[in-house]
């Protein structure tokens, strides 16, 4: 279906929705994401000149359309009572915002629990607690990040041209206590979605939730240990600095960690301007104790068994962001620079002695040295009595790559082979506009984003150590579009459109693997209901990629499957029926089928299911203030895919949290997994071969990474 | 060794207005062909038995060069078979494919076959060898003489094999040809003439040799022919030497002889293909 | 809340579609081909012994380098002599691995057939399998005549040393029922042994002798191993 009949079938719908909806047709629309707040579009948007700056704080300004609020959220709003749970206005059925009650509802000990907050989402640690997450999102299986668009504070994760995976996205370095809200963006409807925002954008906003200083200290199962130390100097949440120290033996046998990560964030009124630094340092070793061959524990070996020894790595990330925010008359612009030192030695052996008598273990060196720029213009127009708005975004990336891969003997570890050496700078500038219009209770947006990349390669090895380079330059059109009809105060409907992209592997133009821009087509059907005590979304999505290709980066195959059909439905709740009760859950089914073959994608999620609830009763007694708090975590992956006709385990895991406060001190128990189920993290088919010297078998065979059992952890915290 | 350097290349990457350039197909038999096959040496591969070969004619009709993507996309495909002779001094221009679509074309094949009577000549080949060529049906003539001490022996061997190299890949270039947007590529198509005297066909550490060949001149005319060959069973050979692994059906000299003239067609230097009979 | 369960099930069963391909088993037989025992050298050979120690038999999806048999619309007559062709020694590119079977046997290969076991696969298109034999190899006994000459022989246990491979075998695999057999062409194996050139002796040959090397060479030979689907009736 052509575009301008997609969104002619969406006026006629909604035409005739509107028969069955109750509405005043003299309310605007609210094109706010607040919930009891009945600004005029111009209030929204922070045009109304008489308008003070409180409600300008609900104008969105970042990249995405939200910012990090200026003041909180019901302070000095000049609107009536408000309860404002985010800055943001959603654009699409699937656009949520999960906001910190939420996170700090069950409990999050890292990158894995704060990525399973994104509806749909299932995130896979295979190889210890330092490595990227596997991904998996609307029926794509995004491997390390190659299709899921993921922001820290505005900082790019996402590492282009990563030489264990494309799109490598680390997240470990993530604070847990210091994540405010979380922005999901599903699909890619929106022009501010860039590279790898092929299944959606997840964007962390960074904030501590207490203003002054924090302690706590914690100790759990298998010499887990926590220290973390927060401060925020004033009742701006955004503006604070955390560290946080973790360290433990892990569940297993060769899955030791460390890590530490500090992470800061300060803003500045400077007359109207706002000024904004986020800063970030953290370092991780981890050890990894591979991939367990199911035959090998239907043989007898232990679920948790090590196959492979000395794997594992070591990541560093140092990284800076100076924003600045100036409102004028019509709009704001947001002018951002950006600066990520990131560093990650990997070693992996997934399959044994399969390809070499020495061990087929691989030992991957990436450094990566990234500065961006980005700038986010914002106006409104009134012509013929109706508002326009027009959003304009430039943005320049420059990364700077050292990249190796080399063999390991599995004996002693001593590098045999060099595989590649490669220096690469890869350059991506990219311009995107959305132009929108809101006539009485709609809202048509029209948007496009051009991305040119520039690479620059030299492989290193090549020509007996002489060295190739290699230059490539391209660009990639996307066209975004989406409707939006408001009915009544609460109802929405939304009907979007947008291309993705997913830009090339560097390295793999360079010794002549093809691997050209992944290019997908989206659309949603959606509807929200949002009120003061509850939001409901639902959501019927679908996507198309003419030329896929299926990576397993298990044993480094590419095959190439022709167009792919991906399509699934969404539906989330969150809920605060009364003081003290949140319910926040989601549903998420998907499909994924090679158009050719009519056959089923490996991999991808069918059915992931997540709820997160908490109640608190706070109360006085003995002239302290007592706030008992229990809350958990529910999640649930249906059986996925693999090849051969073989589908994994569900999962089924229960977090749970219980936690009291008296006055300044609180203490919080939590414990993971609670029924201790035996759990696969991540499943696989693949050949492999531990038996040196005997007749291995080179028929792809099950695989799986264990799933953590269950934990208990006891956390000790003051607040000064 | 030489140093190389790979030019720039710029390729304008698949998204809708991809432009188009050219690509430029020449072949060549490196010094082995165009000069001669010494004694081995430390610094230079050769015959392990002391023998020097020089090739007066390594006539091969080259045809079907054809680009195309995994994906299925076809590309342009050579329809004029070009008949060289790469003992003259080259690399030789073969044929050039114009308005190709810039992007990678991951899969580069070509053949060595038959002449038909529409062969058309490349490069400076004399007359007389093109049309032994298209008369005889053949696609390989080799031609040339072999020296030790102070005995010579002299070959002519006319081959109509078919022979098609598919999936042409170099370590350092890469799979196929990645066509630039408003430029020209070049691509070789690289000929091994020491291929024709490995004493094993499937062993890595394969050595030149070709004693064997001399002494096949059963009637001592210092001519050495295909006849000839076919009459030396392998089985009379020295242990270790001429072994034929899983080769199917490989008993004679002559045989062993054709089934190593299959393995003549390389990519860019190196680079090798996967060769099909046919 | 009914219709969204039954939307959200359908949607999960429409994950059940099946990948592309899907894991198999299928028996495999070993046998001979039938047929006089003549050598290329006009030897009769009437055997006595024929034992067979195989150890794996694997199969892939890469195509043999042969073609059996001349295409029809070109026709070579000089290029069936010479069916096999590999783009540089030792480069046989064997592709994906598409099924295998992994006990070793021992056959008597004047038996009719012998059951070798259930190979584990999966579906798709085979190309070619490769056989590796074990330590004993293949031994022949037996009585070779040419004329008034008599010779009688035991090979000895020839192993080759590294597996045999590209053996042809095109099939599209699926899932209805049948089998795989590996005929071993004894006149192949032998058509290269002249018995007037055994060396030193024929019980046992000689190893350093023209006649055992044309028993090893034909042993090694990927030519006399033919390999056939059979479908069950």
């Known amino acids: 279906m052509s575009h301008p009949r997609l969104i002619a079938v969406a006026c006629a719908l909604a035409w005739a929705a509107e028969a069955y909806a109750h509405e005043d047709p003299d309310e605007p629309l609210d094109a706010g994401a607040a919930v009891d707040v009945r600004p005029s579009p111009e209030a929204v948007f922070g045009f109304d000149a008489g308008t003070p700056v409180d409600a300008a704080a609900l104008a969105p300004t970042g990249p995405d359309g939200g910012s990090p609020s200026l003041e909180p959220a019901d302070a000095g709003a000049p609107l009536g009572t408000t309860v404002v749970r985010s800055s943001r206005a959603p654009r699409s059925a699937s656009e949520v915002t999960v906001t910190q009650d939420v996170v700090q509802a069950a409990p999050r000990s890292g990158a894995t629990d704060l990525l399973r907050l994104v509806p749909g989402l299932v995130a896979s640690q295979h190889s210890g607690e330092g490595k990227a997450q596997q991904l998996f999102l609307r029926g794509f299986d995004a491997v390390h990040g190659q299709d899921v668009e993921l922001l820290v504070a505005g900082l790019p994760v996402n590492e282009v041209s990563h030489v264990h995976a494309l799109g490598y996205a680390d997240l470990n370095w993530l604070i847990p206590a210091a994540v405010r809200e979380v922005r999901v963006t599903e699909g890619s409807y929106r022009a501010f979605q860039g590279d790898f925002a ?27 240990f926590r220290l973390f130390a927060g401060v925020r100097p004033t009742d701006a949440p955004e503006t604070f600095a955390a560290v946080e120290y973790v360290q433990g033996d892990g569940f297993g046998p060769q899955r030791a960690f460390g890590r530490v990560s500090l992470l800061g964030q300060a803003t500045l009124k400077v007359g109207n301007a706002r000024l904004r630094a986020v800063v970030g340092s953290a370092g991780a070793r981890f050890d990894s104790p591979g991939v367990v061959p199911q035959a090998a524990v239907d043989a007898g070996a232990g679920f948790f068994d090590v196959f492979g020894l000395r794997q594992g790595g070591s990541t560093s990330r140092h990284q800076l962001l100076l924003g600045a925010e100036l409102p004028h008359e019509s709009g704001r612009t947001t002018l951002e620079v950006c600066g990520v030192l990131s560093d990650l030695l990997l070693r992996n052996n997934f399959t044994g002695y399969l390809q070499h008598a020495e061990g087929d273990g691989l030992e991957q060196q990436q450094s990566n040295g990234l500065v961006g720029a980005r700038a986010v213009h914002r106006r409104h127009f009134h012509p013929f009595d109706s508002l326009v708005t027009l959003d304009l975004g430039l943005g320049g990336r420059r990364d700077d790559i050292h990249q190796s891969q080399r063999g390991y003997r599995e004996v002693d570890g001593a590098p045999y082979r ?23 209770r709609w809202r048509f947006m029209l948007g496009g984003r051009l991305d040119v990349l520039h690479y620059d390669v030299r492989d290193e090895l090549a020509f007996a150590g002489a060295g190739a380079t290699r230059s490539a330059f391209g660009p990639h ?4 579009a989406g409707v939006e009809r408001a009915l009544g105060e609460a109802w929405r409907l939304f009907l979007n459109y947008g291309d993705g992209f997913r830009s090339p592997q560097a390295r793999s133009l360079s010794d002549g693997e093809r691997a050209p821009f992944v290019h997908v087509r989206g659309a949603e059907v959606g509807a929200a209901f949002t009120t003061a005590k509850v939001d409901v979304r639902g959501a019927l999505f679908g996507s198309y990629v003419a030329n896929d290709f299926f990576f397993d980066h298990t044993v480094g195959t590419t095959v190439y499957v022709g167009s792919t059909l991906r399509g699934g439905a969404q539906a989330s709740v969150t809920a605060r029926p009364i003081d003290g009760l949140l319910l926040s859950g989601s549903v998420t089914g998907a499909t994924a089928h090679v158009v050719q073959t009519d056959s089923l994608l490996p991999y991808f999620a069918p059915l992931v299911a997540r709820l997160d609830a908490s109640y608190s009763h706070p109360f006085q007694a003995w002239g302290l203030a007592w706030t008992p708090r229990v809350g958990t975590g529910l999640t649930l992956i249906g059986p996925r895919p693999l090849p051969y006709d073989e589908f994994s385990r569900t999962v089924f895991l229960a977090d749970v949290r219980a936690a009291l406060r008296v006055g300044r001190v609180e203490l919080v128990v939590d414990a993971q997994n609670l029924f201790d189920s035996r759990w696969r993290d991540g499943e696989f088919v693949f050949p492999s071969n531990w038996n040196p010297g005997a007749a ?3 028929l792809p065979a099950r695989h799986f990474t264990a799933g953590a059992p269950r934990t208990v952890a006891a956390t000790l915290e003051v607040h000064l | 060794m030489k140093t190389m350097m790979m030019g720039l290349c710029a ?26 096959i010494p004694v081995d040496s430390m610094e230079t591969t050769g015959f392990v038995d002391g023998w020097e070969l020089k090739y007066a004619r390594f006539v091969v009709v080259l045809s079907e060069v054809t680009l195309a993507k995994k994906t299925g996309e076809a590309g342009p495909k050579q329809t004029e078979a070009k008949v060289v002779d790469l003992v003259k001094k080259g690399p030789t221009d073969l044929l050039s494919f114009a308005d190709v679509p810039s992007g990678k074309w991951d899969l580069l094949s070509y053949a060595i076959l038959p002449a038909t009577s529409t062969a058309a000549s490349a490069g400076a080949i004399d007359a007389a060898d093109v049309e032994r060529m298209r008369t005889g049906g053949l696609s390989m003539f080799v031609e040339g003489s072999a020296t030790k001490g102070a005995t010579t022996k002299h070959f002519a061997w006319p081959l109509a094999l078919n022979t098609e190299y598919q999936e042409c890949t170099n370590d350092d270039f890469g799979e196929g040809v990645t066509v630039p947007n408003g430029a020209q590529e070049v691509v070789q198509l690289t000929i091994h003439g020491d291929h024709f005297w490995y004493d094993d066909l499937q062993s890595p550490d394969a050595k030149l040799r070709f004693d064997a060949i001399a002494s096949a001149d ?13 009459a030396v069973q392998l089985t009379a050979l020295p242990l270790g030497q001429y072994g034929t692994g899983s080769a199917a059906n490989v008993k004679t000299l002559k045989d062993f002889v054709f089934s190593l003239s299959r393995t003549v067609g390389h990519y860019r230097g190196e680079g090798h293909c996967h060769s099909h009979a046919r | 809340m009914k219709r969204v369960a039954l939307l959200l099930v359908s949607l999960s069963l429409a994950a059940c579609g099946g990948t592309a391909q899907t894991r198999r088993t299928f028996p495999v037989v070993v046998s001979t081909v039938p047929g006089p025992l003549v050598t290329d050298s006009g030897w009769a050979v009437t055997l006595s012994s024929a034992q067979l120690s195989l150890a794996s038999v694997r199969f892939f999806s890469g195509e043999a380098l042969v073609r059996r048999g001349p295409l029809p619309w070109r026709f070579d007559p000089l290029g069936w002599l010479v069916p096999s062709a590999w783009a540089h020694p030792g480069h046989y590119v064997p592709g994906a691995a598409m099924g295998e079977l992994l006990q070793p046997l021992t056959v008597d290969l004047l ?11 999966v579906t798709g298109t085979y190309g070619s399998l490769q056989l590796s034999l074990g330590a004993e190899g293949l031994r022949l006994k037996g009585t070779a005549t040419k004329g008034a000459d008599s010779v009688v022989f035991d090979t000895g246990s020839f192993a080759p040393p590294a597996a045999i491979e590209g053996v042809p075998f095109s099939h599209v695999m699926d899932t209805s029922a049948g089998r795989v057999r590996v005929a071993v062409d004894l006149a192949a194996i032998l058509s290269r042994v002249d018995f007037a050139l055994v060396g030193s002796g024929a019980d046992p040959l000689d190893p350093a002798s023209p006649a055992f090397n044309g028993f090893a060479r034909g042993v090694e030979d990927s030519s006399v191993y033919h390999a056939t689907w059979e479908a069950a009736e």
Do not use: M
């Open chain 1, 198 to 224: 092929v299944a959606g954008t997840v964007q962390y906003e960074l904030g501590l939730e207490e203003p002054g200083l924090t302690l706590s200290a914690s100790y759990g199962s298998y010499n887990r």
């Open chain 1, 418 to 440: 060099d595989d590649f050496a490669a220096s690469i700078v890869q350059t991506a500038v990219s311009a995107w506009t959305e132009v929108a219009w809101l006539p009485a």
């Open chain 1, 477 to 480: 059109w996307g066209l975004k």
């Open chain 1, 696 to 698: 291995p078998s080179l």
């Open chain 2, 11 to 36: 390729v304008v990457l698949a998204s809708g207005c991809g432009g188009a350039g050219s690509v430029q197909f020449t072949t060549w038999g490196e010094a082995y062909i165009e000069d001669k």
């Open chain 2, 218 to 230: 059963a009637n001592g005319d210092g001519e050495v022919t295909l006849d000839e060959l076919a």
């Open chain 3, 111 to 121: 038996a009719a057939e012998t059951p070798w076991g259930t190979a584990d696969g």
